[in-house]
């Protein structure tokens, strides 16, 4: 059982930044891989950015030059950093880890981008 636990969300006028965390019960670098998804209102769930063990990261069309996925393994926590936001990028932000064929997911933490 890996347990996630996501912080750093808030209320960002557009064109800021913000850095989000994700502290995992386990050691990451046991982890497959780890990654960010988020899901705004009315809208599937859908892939920001992932990290494989082997540090291989991923990212989604629309957030490609303005996030980056970063882990520190010897905190056990995953990140996210957002510049540039958007109010598109408006979404509950939820953490990931795959481990032995079983997916763990995060509470979430709320972003929102608005004047």
């Known amino acids: 059982q890996v347990q996630l636990v996501e912080s750093g969300g808030g209320l960002v006028q557009p064109g800021g930044s913000l850095r989000l965390s994700c502290a995992a019960s386990?050691?990451?670098?046991?982890?497959?891989?780890m990654g960010w998804y988020r899901q705004a209102p009315g809208k599937q769930r859908e892939l920001v950015a992932d990290?494989?063990?082997?540090?291989?990261?991923n990212y989604a069309d629309s957030v490609k030059g303005r996030f980056t996925i970063s882990r520190d393994i010897a905190r056990n926590t995953l990140y996210l950093q957002m510049k540039s936001l958007k109010p598109e990028d408006t979404a509950v932000y939820y953490c990931?880890?795959?481990?032995?064929?079983?997916?763990?997911w995060g509470q979430g933490t709320q972003v929102t981008v608005s004047s």
């Open positions: 386990e050691n990451i670098f046991s982890l497959n891989a």
């Open positions: 990290i494989t063990r082997r540090g291989i990261t």
């Open positions: 990931k880890a795959e481990l032995n064929l079983r997916d763990y």
